[in-house]
């Protein structure tokens, strides 16, 4: 008996572009498409859709909104934000309120798009047959790492969580790694101040050995191109421009809690923060950094979890 084709959803506003996606994605899923955003979450609410793939800049309510309304009315779609002007809002909102799963840029390389609906279809597929238990309550005894030179977020982070839970802080990225090697950690609250350098790859490939440990990037970069990298390549779970606002910070902290739970309790959720391979120049960190890589790895290893 041949599987049934994934139901993907195509969301945009320009007719030509809806009918180059459904050439492109003949044969491989049952194609639907809108040029409404309103439209699109309705079909969401009524019928099972395993991705849904929309465009940022429509005339009635933005691709961030649509998708925002996906996760809150199908948490097991998949979403993926397409858009051919990369502006910081839409970035960041993206993954602050969409929680997507890959920004895909205009004009998209054909290969790579399919590759993307690909792997959410299949992640979707896997997580509509394994129905979700009731979200778990955030864990008393989680840890909360926070990388931060200069102290000031990490004070804020203590001031906004329970005392119940760990708040340890590092200084560097060498000292935050040893604590990875040691501890389970629940979230991440880091200070990137560079586009380059150990701590963006380092983000990036922790995600791959540890996909349950979320991260909330605090960041002065208005960049969108860095955020879109932390993204595809991090799976980060919010950024916050610097300084956090309050309110954001600790929405922020409490839903990665929450999620973290969810996810340690329901390992195969796990798969939908996959994320792209880096570019070969960033696939490995630094020489000096090698020995707390490889003790990390041995570390999940240990506690019986298969590293990507």
Not at 97 to 126: C, H, M, S
Not at 247 to 265: D, F, P, Q, W, Y
Request: hydrophobic fraction near 45%.
């Amino acid at each position: 008996m041949t599987a049934a084709l994934p139901t993907v959803l195509f969301v945009d506003d320009e007719e030509r572009i809806l009918r180059s996606l459904r050439m492109l994605f003949r044969g491989r899923c049952e194609f639907l498409s809108t040029t409404s955003g309103q439209q699109a979450i309705e079909w969401v609410r009524e019928k099972r859709v395993h991705v849904v793939v929309s465009d940022q800049r429509m005339p009635e309510i933005s691709g961030v909104a649509v998708l925002r309304e996906v996760a809150r009315h199908s948490p097991s779609t998949m979403r993926v934000l397409l858009t051919g002007y990369a502006d910081l809002e839409a970035v960041t909102s993206s993954v602050n309120d969409g929680e997507i799963f890959r920004f895909v840029e205009k004009p998209w390389d054909a290969q790579a798009l399919v590759g993307i609906v690909d792997q959410a279809a299949t992640i979707a597929t896997r997580e509509f047959e394994t129905p979700r238990t009731a979200r778990a309550s955030t864990d008393i005894a989680a840890r909360v790492l926070v990388l931060d030179e200069g102290g000031t977020i990490a004070t804020q982070v203590r001031e906004l969580l329970p005392t119940a839970i760990t708040v340890r802080r590092t200084r560097s990225i060498d000292e935050a790694l040893g604590v990875l090697a040691d501890e389970e950690i629940a979230v991440m609250v880091v200070e990137l101040t560079s586009a380059t350098g150990d701590v963006a790859s380092a983000l990036k490939a922790l995600k791959r050995i540890r996909p349950a440990t979320l991260a909330i990037v605090v960041s002065p970069l208005r960049d969108s191109r860095v955020i879109i990298s932390l993204i595809n390549e991090g799976q980060i779970f919010r950024f916050l421009l610097q300084p956090p606002v309050k309110e954001l910070l600790r929405r922020g902290l409490i839903a990665a809690l929450e999620r973290h739970a969810e996810l340690s309790v329901a390992t195969a959720l796990q798969r939908r923060h996959a994320v792209e391979a880096a570019p070969a120049a960033q696939a490995s960190l630094s020489g000096r950094l090698a020995q707390y890589w490889q003790r990390i790895r041995n570390s999940t290893l240990a506690r019986g979890v298969r590293v990507g």
